[in-house]
């Protein structure tokens, strides 16, 4: 049996893991292909909102990500070796 439905406002409280998780969990529901129309429905549309919370944590990490690299010192140039007279 396809896990009930949740409300659709606690998915941007779940962590990328947890949403995850969920999805997994939705499309084994779906695959197995034991619910009714309207249950794979909003199974269907659950699992398109836990996708895009997924996808807003990897753009979140992704920008991070952009950043951290952007803040990093640029080392400084080798210094010229000094030139024998």
Do not use: F, H, N
Request: hydrophobic share 40%.
């Amino acid at each position: 049996m396809p896990p009930k439905s949740k409300p659709q406002d606690d998915i941007a409280a779940l962590s990328y893991e947890q949403a995850r998780d969920e999805l997994v969990q939705v499309v084994t529901a779906l695959e197995q292909g034991s619910a009714t129309l309207e249950e794979s429905l909003a199974l269907w549309e659950r699992g398109e909102r836990l996708a895009a919370r997924c996808q807003e944590w990897l753009d979140g990490a992704r920008e991070r990500l952009t950043k951290a690299q952007a803040a990093v010192v640029t080392p400084l140039p080798a210094p010229e070796a000094e030139v024998e007279q």
